[in-house]
T-cell receptor, first 114, second 109 residues
Framework: EPEVTQTPSHQVTQMGQEVILRCVPI?????FYWYRQILGQKVEFLVS????????KSEIFDDQFSVERPDGSNFTLKIRSTKLEDSAMYFC????????????FGPGTRLLVL | RKEVEQDPGPFNVPEGATVAFNCTYS??????FFWYRQDCRKEPKLLMS???SGNEDGRFTAQLNRASQYISLLIRDSKLSDSATYLC??????????FGSGTRLLVRP
């Protein structure tokens, strides 16, 4: 069964450093998403992406965040200058139609900002 | 008011028990409804979609009441492997997923 994959599984960084989180969505999917989950809190939407542009972003997704689909398979989330409060689990998700159909989640990247 | 509200639990039940979770949502324009399951430090995984007519998948039954903006999940004959956090999820017109904080279930032997 096809899966969404994410790398790295864990990342530790110093405050102020840039990080890039990588995702490979399921191959025939066209809609891509990033969510985050701070430890002990709920999963929160960050951004959705379709046809090489952002469809929607939350208020969390400020100017420090950016997304890119640099090639036909990868979907990346960049945090330009990390803050302590960026420490969280970051999940990538994808689906085919974008409509209210199942979003398939990757295993996540655990980001720790020191 | 939170967009999606759930009782955080934990619900601590013996194997074989029936357990019910409830969820309310604030946006009457919500489009679709789901229950996801999340194991500790893992990604959310779809358990089932929820329809107004109600739907059943094995030991799991989900119900939606649009008038009351209320969603439920019933688990019959609980197994140890059902221990997890159950996430109530709705979508709005943009189709982003809006998660509740989850209800934790512990099934004991």
């Amino acid at each position: 069964e096809p899966e969404v994959t994410q790398t790295p599984s864990h990342q530790v960084t110093q405050m102020g450093q840039e990080v890039i989180l990588r995702c490979v969505p399921i191959s025939n999917h066209l809609y891509f998403y990033w969510y985050r989950q701070i430890l002990g809190q709920k999963v929160e939407f960050l951004v959705s992406f379709y046809n090489n542009e952002i469809s929607e972003k939350s208020e969390i997704f400020d100017d420090q965040f950016s997304v890119e689909r640099p090639d036909g398979s990868n979907f990346t989330l960049k945090i330009r200058s990390t803050k302590l409060e960026d420490s969280a689990m970051y999940f990538c998700a994808s689906n085919r139609g974008g409509a209210p159909e199942t979003q398939y989640f990757g295993p996540g990247t655990r980001l720790l900002v020191l | 008011r939170k967009e999606v509200e759930q009782d955080p639990g934990p619900f601590n039940v013996p194997e074989g028990a029936t357990v019910a979770f409830n969820c309310t949502y604030s946006n009457s324009a919500s489009q679709s409804f789901f229950w996801y399951r999340q194991d500790c430090r893992k990604e959310p995984k779809l358990l089932m979609s929820v329809y107004s007519s109600g739907n059943e998948d094995g030991r799991f039954t989900a119900q939606l009441n649009r008038a009351s903006q209320y969603i439920s999940l019933l688990i019959r004959d609980s197994k140890l492997s059902d221990s997890a956090t159950y996430l109530c999820v709705v979508t709005d017109s943009s189709y982003k997923l809006i998660f509740g904080s989850g209800t934790r279930l512990l099934v004991r032997p």
